[in-house]
């Protein structure tokens, strides 16, 4: 671990709360990961499931009924919205002159309206994680992000919800409070949907600093051989060592895991212990991105330690409370009881 690494994780450290016999249920990270369709299950499940590992007090799941029926049954720890609708699979051609109205399965108003009403409910929100690229799944997505971004609630994006940003990047453009998630495919996609070339000959954490001001300032974790996390003024690089086996999901205990830790910024900003207040506001998001990465890297390199090249995303699920302990230790922050 380098002396920067180091560092930044010690100011990461002070964020988490300690366990006080004072907190309530919700207080520590109310998170509600919106995904799940008819052929992606496992994705919000393990977005869901490390969010709640790392220490959230309540995990959602908004999913469609078919995705929602199948992830019940994969943990009962879950709360399960089956708000989600796809498309219609045959939809109707109507007579010309006498369409009829969208049925309120059909109408992305409607089916946004149910899951709007949740936000004051939750601390932050995970979008993306097996939301398949149904264009009535996008639509709705994309009127519960303006209402999100209206109560400024944090937002982490993943997947196939990184394709609204490409197509539509005025959705977080200046964002202050979201995340975005890219691996290497879904970065040059982004780069070329803003038009920013390649750069080359250039530090390792230019790209992702261009792209975040590209963006108006967003946050934005580079996934790679190192974590590049940066909102175009402010850089931080993620060094851990991670495993070596890249399976399916691991971006997903990611999105789980800085959920969490945005979860745990509220309760930071809420002054629910006597922390001493020697974090800026600022930089906290930064620093809750940082602390998933390196969650996510950790669990990564011990469940490979494990499992080698059978490595599954589910381990690194069993994995993220001992990289809790591994990074951060079983002490509690100083705090007044």
Known sequence: MSPATREIL???RQMVPPMLEKFHKGQLGRVAVIGG?????????FSAMASARLGCDMSHVICTPGAAAVIKTYSPNLMVHPLMRQSPAHPTAPTAGNAPPPSADADPEQISKAIIDMLGRLHVLVVGPGLGRDPLMHQTLARVLAAARERKMPVVMDADALGLVQSNPELVIGWKEVVLT?????????QKALKIEPGSGKSETAQVEALSRALGGVAIVQKGGKDMISNGDHTMVVDLEGGLKRSGGQGDTLTGSIATFLGWRQAYLDGLWDH??????????????FGGAAITREASRQAFKKKGRSLQASDLTDEVHGAFLTLFGEDEPDAKL
């Open 276 to 289: 001493g207040g020697k974090l800026d506001e600022k930089e906290l998001l930064g620093l809750a991105a």
């Open 182 to 190: 890219p691996n290497v495919v879904e970065f040059g996609r982004l």
């Open 10 to 12: 010690g100011k990461v």
């Open 37 to 45: 369709s008819e052929d992606y299950t496992g994705a919000p499940y």
